[in-house]
């Protein structure tokens, strides 16, 4: 069979979906491996590279669509709406497409793939349990986007992070606020520990606690009912308004005793709550960063501008998308693995075998036989869901 890489044609999105060392063991599965001219070439990767390794350079893009088995991307049509629909006449019948592509979210687009009789699989909806981990691209993205927000907000911030006794006097060091312990807010949290900074941190899920304080951050305990913070995939899940302002209630204090505050908290398919409001914004001392990285999902402070900076009352407020995207090599090396091993999975002897009864390949499966078939997505469309239930479709 034969896996194709196509060139990420979202503005700004530099990663590509296979490295030239995640080809050699693809071909050593008895894969062919084709690759667009130039689709790694953002992420520092040369067609020669992919040479070297046993793919093939194909003429074109439309090439690559039409020779391809499995289609492997970063950004799928869902996840790339301007520019993906271009691709959308490529798709062939059958044809597997492997990638982000936001199904609950943009649950049309999903539609639109299956129309075309794409066989589609989101990767941001791989499971959290342990025989997925090298699978969990989100968690990959995540840990590198934590990293990078903590370096934005040290060249923004008028201080320095750690602790300098010089002939000059000794220098405090700067405090860190995590809003959100998952994947992205550990990172945050790692990276400003060993940058110098007194981290604080804290998260709806009070399960997170310990994890927090081994990273040598101090988690903040709220006095807040947080029994159901927590869905059975481990992520936070959303909730009723009136906690979200007693929260914010709470947070006021924190925030005002911070340097710099690093906000993560995301609901899958849902509208980033909001944490940080205008008046907190106004509390924090002037030279203060806040850094949301909720930003592509309308953000978690108030103030929030999605790929701007915004300055309210001497506090800079970044508002970055798609971080992983700027350290595009190593994002790119991460992800290679987790969809490397995930193609994996789904193709066994040279053939896809989609067993159903498998949590992993039927919570990632979205469109099959020309249908919707994922339940959250048919939901999110106003699709019945007992209708592909009963046909084996999910």
């Known amino acids: 069979m034969i896996a194709g890489v196509v060139k990420e044609s979202m503005p700004g999105e530099r990663r590509v979906a296979l490295?030239?060392?995640?080809?050699?063991?693809?071909?050593?599965?008895?894969?062919?491996?084709?690759?667009?001219?130039?689709?790694?070439?953002?992420?520092?990767?040369?067609d020669a590279a992919y040479q070297e390794k046993g793919a093939r350079i194909a003429a074109d893009r439309a090439e690559v669509f039409a020779a391809a088995d499995a289609l492997l991307q970063v950004r799928c049509l869902g996840a790339n709406l301007e520019q993906g629909v271009t691709d959308l006449g490529l798709i062939r019948s059958g044809q597997v497409l492997i990638g982000f592509c936001d199904p609950l979210a943009a649950p049309a687009a999903a539609q639109q793939i299956a129309a075309r009789g794409g066989v589609l699989f989101a990767m941001e909806l791989i499971p959290r349990i342990t025989r997925a981990q090298s699978m969990d691209a989100l968690s990959s993205m995540?840990?590198?986007?934590?990293?990078?927000?903590?370096?934005?907000?040290?060249?923004?911030?008028?201080?320095?992070?750690?602790?300098?006794?010089?002939?000059?006097?000794?220098?405090?060091?700067?405090?860190?606020?995590?809003?959100?312990?998952?994947?992205?807010?550990?990172?945050?949290?790692?990276?400003?520990?060993?940058?110098?900074?007194?981290?604080?941190?804290?998260?709806?899920?009070?399960?997170?606690?310990?994890?927090?304080?081994?990273?040598?951050?101090?988690?903040?305990?709220?006095?807040?009912?947080?029994?159901?913070?927590?869905?059975?995939?481990?992520?936070?899940?959303?909730?009723?308004?009136?906690?979200?302002?007693?929260?914010?209630?709470?947070?006021?204090?924190?925030?005002?005793?911070?340097?710099?505050?690093?906000?993560?908290?995301?609901?899958?398919?849902?509208?980033?709550?909001?944490?940080?409001?205008?008046?907190?914004?106004?509390?924090?001392?002037?030279?203060?960063?806040?850094?949301?990285?909720a930003a592509e999902r309308g953000g978690n402070c108030e103030l929030t501008q999605p790929g701007e900076t915004v300055v309210e009352g001497g506090v800079t407020i970044l508002g970055?998308?798609?971080?992983?995207?700027?350290?595009?090599?190593?994002?790119?090396?991460?992800?290679?693995?987790?969809?490397?091993?995930?193609?994996?999975?789904?193709?066994?002897?040279?053939?896809?075998?989609?067993?159903?009864?498998?949590?992993?390949?039927?919570?990632?499966?979205?469109?099959r036989n020309g249908d919707v078939v994922h339940p959250r997505v048919r939901e999110a469309l106003g699709l019945p869901v007992e209708s592909v239930a009963a046909s084996g479709g999910a």
């Open 320 to 367: 970055p998308t798609n971080l992983p995207a700027t350290v595009p090599l190593h994002a790119s090396q991460m992800y290679a693995r987790n969809i490397t091993t995930f193609l994996g999975h789904l193709a066994k002897g040279g053939k896809f075998e989609f067993d159903l009864s498998d949590e992993i390949t039927r919570d990632t499966l979205v469109t």
């Open 142 to 293: 995540a840990s590198i986007a934590g990293y990078k927000a903590v370096l934005l907000a040290a060249a923004a911030l008028p201080k320095i992070f750690p602790m300098m006794m010089t002939a000059a006097g000794t220098i405090s060091p700067s405090k860190v606020f995590v809003v959100g312990a998952g994947v992205a807010g550990l990172q945050a949290i790692a990276t400003a520990r060993r940058m110098g900074a007194v981290v604080e941190a804290y998260d709806v899920r009070p399960v997170v606690k310990e994890q927090v304080e081994s990273l040598g951050a101090r988690f903040l305990d709220l006095p807040l009912e947080t029994s159901a913070a927590q869905d059975q995939g481990g992520y936070a899940k959303q909730q009723d308004e009136s906690f979200y302002a007693r929260q914010r209630e709470m947070m006021l204090k924190a925030m005002a005793g911070n340097d710099v505050v690093i906000t993560t908290a995301a609901i899958p398919g849902k509208k980033a709550p909001t944490l940080v409001t205008a008046e907190m914004v106004r509390a924090m001392p002037p030279g203060s960063v806040i850094v949301d990285l």
């Open 19 to 46: 490295v030239p060392a995640s080809v050699s063991p693809l071909v050593k599965d008895g894969w062919e491996v084709v690759i667009e001219p130039g689709a790694g070439a953002e992420a520092g990767f040369t």
